[in-house]
């Protein structure tokens, strides 16, 4: 069974501090992405990987950035937190090679509240 | 602008009987329509992945349909059971694109 795990389940931090989320996959997976998901909207994607060291914007990435040093763990970075970045943050991973339609695994999600 | 949107926003329904989502997309080009379950407090699970020339794919209770000339698609719960209680996505995904554009999704609550 593919795992998909986040660091943390429930976050809580201050305005302006520098948040770390950490995501891991124990399947080898090229692909890894990050999302947050808000009340009455769909998965919005911040940041997604292709490999190690490569990273692309996704729709939302303003005021977020992302770290990938090795191929099973995938980082999201606060800069300087702020209340609006209150939100549910969902990992996944996909694996894309010799696969036409990759299935996307998703941690359990980390709950970030900004106070 | 690629976009789903998913009817109703929410439901109620007892124990043991069936109910329908809709999904509408405008998602161009299209690849593949997914259905996903999320418990509360948790990452979503995929139910069904169907092409555009698939018609309907079955998961146990649950079954979807895809109409890609229309672009909508339906889940199907057959004999609710409390643990359908869930919020169900619906997702497109753009051809030879790993992005994929989600619904907000419908809560389901299954009552005894």
């Known amino acids: 069974d593919v795992k998909v795990t986040q660091s943390s389940r429930y976050l809580v931090k201050r305005t302006g501090e520098k948040v770390f989320l950490e995501c891991v996959q124990d399947m080898d997976h090229e692909n890894m992405f990050w999302y947050r998901q808000d009340p009455g909207l769909g998965l919005r994607l911040i940041y997604f990987?292709?490999?190690?060291?490569?990273?692309e914007k996704g729709d939302i990435p303003e005021g977020y950035s992302v770290s990938r040093e090795k191929k099973e763990r995938f980082s999201l970075i606060l800069e300087s937190a702020s209340t609006n970045q209150t939100s549910m943050y969902l990992c996944a991973s996909t694996d894309g090679q010799g696969t036409s339609y990759p299935e996307q695994y998703f941690g359990p999600g980390t709950r970030l509240t900004v106070t | 602008k690629n976009q789903v949107e998913q009817s109703p926003q929410s439901l109620i329904i007892l124990e043991g009987k069936n109910c329908t989502l809709q999904?509408?997309?405008?998602?161009?080009?299209?690849?593949?329509l997914r259905w996903y379950k999320q418990d509360t407090g948790r990452g979503p699970v995929s139910l069904t992945i169907m092409t555009f020339s698939e018609n309907t794919k079955s998961n146990g209770r649950y079954t979807a349909t895809l109409d890609a000339d229309t672009k909508q698609s339906s889940l199907h719960i057959t004999a609710s059971q409390l643990s359908d209680s869930a919020s169900y996505i619906c997702?497109?995904?753009?051809?030879?694109?790993?992005?994929?554009?989600f619904g907000a999704g419908t809560t389901v609550t299954v009552r005894a």
């Open positions: 997702v497109a995904e753009v051809s030879n694109d790993y992005k994929l554009s």
């Open positions: 999904c509408n997309y405008t998602v161009s080009p299209f690849s593949n």
């Open positions: 990987s292709y490999d190690v060291k490569m990273k």
